[in-house]
T-cell receptor, first 111, second 114 residues
């Protein structure tokens, strides 16, 4: 089945710094989403981005489907950005809507 | 508009017991999926239901079952609980069954099996 790999696994930043999180996937996808999981476990939707580029405030994302990767950019990081960031894909061969998640990137932003 | 809701928020059970978790999707959404997330890992797909029919099943034993009701809410049932079933159980809601189809997650039910 499709493999989803996220890097780096852990990231520590000073407040105000910028960062780039990467998601590589091994096959074609119908759907790609980025989530932020807060300390209480809630998965917050950041981007639905099977292809192209989107921006939302300090966050932006780019998916290059032909090269099978997606990037999440966080600019001017704040302590509230801390948490785990997941990339999840729906395989192109799937008709179930099943999302395959990466292992996540744990971000800690220090004041 | 209300998001995805799940109940209960926390649950403690003992080995061998049975548990039922509940999920209500976003209004107008017809698909519900269930995921299990153990500590330190990403969520793992358990089931998807669309228009009240099972559309997909992950690699979980038959102790896990689910159903979707006419109002599109869903229940996840787990029989003969094992210690390894301790996890955060997440429900996701989407408009369609697959394809161009953003999924939205509820707050989860944290199950502890003693």
């Amino acid at each position: 089945g499709i493999q989803v790999e996220q890097s780096p696994p852990d990231l520590i930043l000073q407040e105000g710094a910028n960062s780039t999180l990467r998601c590589n996937f091994s096959d074609s996808v119908n759907n790609l989403q980025w989530f932020h999981q807060n300390p209480w476990g809630q998965l917050i939707n950041l981007f639905y981005i099977p292809s192209g580029t989107k921006q939302n405030g300090r966050l932006s994302a780019t998916t290059v489907a032909t090269e099978r990767y997606s990037l999440l950019y966080i600019s001017s990081s704040q302590t509230t950005d801390s948490g785990v960031y997941f990339c999840a894909v729906e395989p192109g061969s799937s008709n179930t809507g099943k999302l395959i998640f990466g292992q996540g990137t744990t971000l800690q932003v220090k004041p | 508009d209300a998001g995805v809701t799940q109940s209960p928020t926390h649950l403690i059970k003992t080995r061998g017991q049975h548990v039922t978790l509940r999920c209500s999707p976003i209004s107008g959404h017809k698909s519900v999926s269930w995921y299990q997330q153990v500590l330190g890992q990403g969520p793992q797909f358990i089931f998807q239901y669309y228009e009240k029919e099972e559309r997909g099943r992950g690699n979980f034993p038959d102790r896990f079952s689910a159903r979707q009701f006419p109002n599109y809410s869903s229940e996840l049932n787990v029989n003969a609980l094992l210690l390894g079933d301790s996890a955060l159980y997440l429900c996701a809601s989407s408009l369609r069954g697959s394809g161009n189809n953003e999924q939205f997650f509820g707050p989860g039910t944290r199950l502890t099996v003693l």
